[in-house]
Nanobody, 122 residues
Framework: VQLQASGGGLVQTGGSLRLSCSTSGRTFRTYDMGWFRQAPGKQREFVAA????????YYADSAKGRFTISRDNAENTVYLQMNSLKPEDTAVYYC????????????????WGQGTLVTVSS
């Protein structure tokens, strides 16, 4: 599984961005997918995850109510809609895939994409 994240950029506080993660491979729809982020000088942290059917979603407390993860299995793409962005959301965002959602919730995965930088100005 190869992952390609995109959609990052510079946005003002309170703004929105939608990140996309496109994948290759016929098995995408069998993988649970997650978004993670790593801010400068900090460890990588879990942001959100979605089950392979899309029926279950999970969020870090920092993302609840502001971020929405979704997926389009026909397009082999997972999204992260980020609203009401704050300066503390500034980070490199990574998408990841694993067949065990518990691993994603544990900040781990079998497959990782390259990151996309999100910068929120105050």
């Amino acid at each position: 599984v190869q992952l390609q994240a995109s959609g990052g950029g510079l946005v003002q506080t309170g703004g929105s961005l939608r990140l996309s993660c496109s994948t290759s491979g016929r098995t995408f729809r069998t993988y649970d997918m997650g978004w993670f982020r790593q801010a400068p000088g900090k460890q990588r942290e879990f942001v959100a995850a979605i089950s392979w059917r899309g029926g279950s979603t999970y969020y870090a407390d920092s993302a609840k109510g502001r971020f929405t993860i979704s997926r389009d299995n026909a397009e082999n793409t997972v999204y992260l809609q980020m609203n009401s962005l704050k300066p503390e959301d500034t980070a490199v965002y990574y998408c990841a895939a694993d067949q065990d959602c518990l691993r994603l919730l544990g900040n781990d995965a079998d497959y990782w994409g390259q990151g996309t930088l999100v910068t929120v100005s105050s």
